[in-house]
């Protein structure tokens, strides 16, 4: 691996917000493909930091500094970017559920799509089916994910599913669900198109849907 | 005076029986899908008095209050602020008009304010520690026997918790992690941290409730009984959920699946078992009568 590359890698994986930065501006700066930064410095050490987390050696705090630093990268790379290559892995619609406020997981989430150089359309906590029906309108959505943390309010994920479909999209999303609650099965029992355990593996969901 | 009955109680060595869950529970009688359980306190009290009655009469010792998401951001954050010190009381007060039938104790529960504390999110420690402190103020007024903060996976916001409750009230306190990752909590805390960090705290008792699955929590509770001479508190879900065919939730756990275990809670060091999430007055029944049975 490239130099460069490895210290940006290295950095986010760290979670060295400062470092990263330093990093960014001098591969920018010694004439570096923005693109080759962001894939291969960015979003594959956000991956190494979802595999940590998968592995139980990373944990919420350690994923968001990373995501962080992520972000501050980000933010000095994107006016180099294409708008092709900005949000390329696709668009997500993503909310906490009617009825439930708790959006730690639904953040954390959002945090490793970005990551992963999908584009998010964060739809906030208590977001009623029809605020998601309206989202899966918006042109270039093509995920509609969803989170709950309560058994009180999970089954609001079914009730948004049938929204999508009487409101004739759900054809047009493919759906995703998780949230402490929430299982495999009862993504399949309700109709959901995928279920991730974690944030980690939202994106690995994610991508296989649009896959 | 503080009430000094949980100490007592705890004191005779003999295991105390807990409740199950709330919101699982309530629902099961009707909470619309997608309403906290603490609104009932103030919009259908007689439901909750009859869910405390049911757990008392499958043998409960201790109930807790139904005020886990009562905290004032957590109502705030529903636009429900104007409800606070009515919805505490009322929950006090419902939970001791059952718990006088059978002479059981009350334990006001104060569950995690729903915000990071910095520098993760933007809740300061001093936000934290009031917002326990005026909500715990409110049960201590009403004459709960015991504080108990659960379902805790932060050690500063738990740390925050003690802190707050102690800067109001003498009365006991227990403090519960969720180790909702195994043996770990989302934070990354194990048993073992959490141990350490309430070590001169003065507890009455460490706990571990919710979690993942019955075989994960008695890990937990392992790992927990090798690292602190406190009493353990103990109260796993019944698993995780899945949709019934009326598109209802059920879950994998049943009441008998809770009772056989419940004995080896006690043997692996639990003082105080129940349940969380899932947990019917069935279930609470089996554990009682497997907890309570002569050896």
């Not at chain 1, 894939?39 to 940590?52: D, K, Y």
Request: glycine share 10%; proline share 5%.
């Amino acid at each position: 691996m490239d130099e460069r590359i490895k210290n940006i890698f290295q950095c986010v994986v760290e979670g060295d917000n400062n470092g990263v930065q330093e990093h960014v501006h001098a591969a920018l700066g010694a004439g570096m493909d923005p693109g080759k930064i962001l894939n291969e410095g960015l979003i594959a050490a956000m991956a190494e930091v979802g595999r940590l987390f998968e592995e139980g050696e990373y944990f919420v705090p350690e994923m968001l500094i990373s995501a962080r630093a992520m972000k501050s990268a980000m933010a000095i790379l994107k006016p180099h970017l294409t708008s092709e290559q900005v949000g390329s892995a696709g668009k997500v619609a993503i909310g906490t559920v009617k009825g439930d406020l708790h959006d730690i997981g639904k953040n954390l989430v959002s945090l490793m799509l970005e990551g992963a150089g999908f584009q998010v359309v964060d739809l906030g906590s208590d977001v009623a089916p029809e605020k998601f029906v309206e989202a899966a309108k918006t042109s270039g959505v093509n995920i509609v994910a969803m989170s709950a943390l309560l058994t009180t309010t999970m089954v609001n994920m079914k009730s948004t599913i049938t929204a999508l479909e009487e409101a004739g999209v759900r054809g047009k999303v493919k759906v995703m669900i998780g949230g402490a609650p929430v299982t495999d099965a009862y993504a399949r029992q309700i109709g959901a198109d995928g279920y991730a355990p974690d944030a980690s593996r939202a994106v690995a969901v994610a991508r296989s849907l649009l896959g | 005076m503080p009430s000094t009955r949980f100490v007592e109680r705890l004191n005779t060595g003999k295991p105390i029986v807990l409740d199950g869950a709330t919101g699982t529970n309530l629902q099961a009688r009707g909470l619309p899908m997608g309403t906290p359980s603490d609104f009932w306190v103030l919009d259908n009290p007689a439901e909750v008095l009859r869910l405390h009655a049911d757990f008392l009469a499958a043998g409960s010792d201790l109930i807790l209050t139904n005020t886990f998401g009562s905290s004032r951001p957590n109502l705030a954050h529903a636009g429900l602020e104007e409800r606070f010190e009515a919805t505490n009381r009322q929950a006090a007060r419902l939970a001791r008009q059952a718990a006088q039938k059978t002479g059981a104790l009350v334990g006001g529960s104060l569950g995690p304010l729903g915000e990071m504390l910095e520098p993760m999110g933007t809740l300061t420690a001093e936000q934290a520690r009031q917002a326990y402190a005026e909500q715990a103020q409110l049960l201590a007024e009403e004459g709960v026997d015991v504080l108990v903060i659960e379902t805790q996976f932060d050690l500063n916001e738990a740390l925050a918790a003690v802190r707050g409750v102690r800067s109001v009230t003498d009365l006991p306190v227990v403090c519960s992690f969720s180790y909702d990752r195994g043996t770990r909590t989302m934070m990354g805390v194990r048993p073992a941290q959490m141990a350490a960090a309430f070590a001169e705290a003065g507890l009455a008792a460490l706990g571990i409730n919710c979690g993942r699955s019955l075989e994960d929590n008695l890990k937990a509770l392992q790992e927990l009984r090798a690292a602190t001479a406190l009493p353990i508190w103990f109260k796993p879900n019944a698993g995780l959920p899945h949709s019934d065919a009326g598109g209802g939730l059920a879950y994998d756990v049943l009441p008998g699946m809770m009772g056989s275990q419940a004995p080896i809670w006690l043997q692996e060091g639990a003082a105080l078992v129940g349940g969380c999430c899932g947990t019917s007055p069935e279930h609470l029944k089996a554990i009682a009568e497997a907890v309570k049975k002569p050896a």
